[in-house]
């Protein structure tokens, strides 16, 4: 059977390159996006034949990522829209740049990439798109810079909803992901970080292989039933 191919965007973060690397060990081919981090996402590929780097800046204002995917590798099977950032300005500090930064690389590359992608799984007729949202959607934690983040992935989230009907008749399943929060480098420095895993009721903060477990459940055939759900991994929270 010919391999699956998977396009993982944010491969080099702290979500993103565990997912690439689950799905890798499950042999499936890897396309991990990254845009700067070059370093990291060598690091991640270290020699493995089916690990594919490309660089693409998410401030382009095309889906050619993947075209290029399929040019190169055959095929796109899975679309993981892991790439995202937050907020660093309050909602009452954000200039318009800021703003619009931050909704092209958390909500309209992911639409791009998703309505591109959706033309090649119709052919197919053979998808999974997967969203890696956040729990900040139903809570929006409680801080300033959280209110337009919150906004970026509600609306990523809507893709979701729309897309599984779309494409349910063609075999693409869509759904979203919500972690809460997870054991990455963009947490360690966050202040009040103790006080706030005890809010959460397990106790403790979710790790990235949690979520990576669930994509890869969703990607494979147990997931063939499964469309059009949010699926928070927060620990009791969401």
């Known amino acids: 059977m010919k391999k699956r191919v998977a396009l993982v965007t944010g491969g080099s973060g702290g979500i993103g390159s565990v997912i690439a690397e689950t799905l890798h060990s499950q042999g499936i081919i890897i396309a991990l996006q990254y845009s700067h981090n070059k370093e990291k996402a060598e690091k991640i590929k270290n020699g493995k034949e089916n690990i594919h780097l490309f660089q693409y800046d998410f401030q382009a204002t095309d889906a050619s990522l993947v075209d290029s995917v399929v040019k190169q590798l055959g095929s796109i099977d899975y679309l993981i829209n892991c790439a995202g950032i937050m907020a660093e300005q309050s909602i009452f500090d954000m200039d318009s740049k800021a703003f619009d930064e931050l909704f092209n690389i958390n909500t309209r590359m992911p639409y791009l990439l998703s309505a591109k992608a959706f033309e090649y799984m119709k052919e197919q007729n053979y998808g999974r798109i997967i969203n890696i ?3 900040v959607v139903k809570y929006g934690m409680g801080r300033l810079q959280s209110i337009q983040y919150a906004g970026s992935k509600a609306a990523l989230e809507s893709l979701t909803t729309g897309l599984s009907r779309l494409g349910a008749e063609h075999n693409i399943l869509v759904n ?6 997870i054991n990455t480098s963009m947490q360690k420095d966050r202040e009040g970080l103790k006080n706030r895993i005890n809010m ?3 106790k403790r903060m979710g790790e990235p292989h949690e979520i990576a477990d669930i994509v890869k459940f969703l990607c494979s055939k147990k997931g063939d039933f499964i469309t059009g759900q949010t699926i928070t991994i927060g620990g009791g929270e969401g």
């Open 133 to 135: 949202s956040s729990f």
């Open 176 to 181: 979203t992901i919500r972690p809460g929060i």
């Open 200 to 202: 959460i009721p397990v």
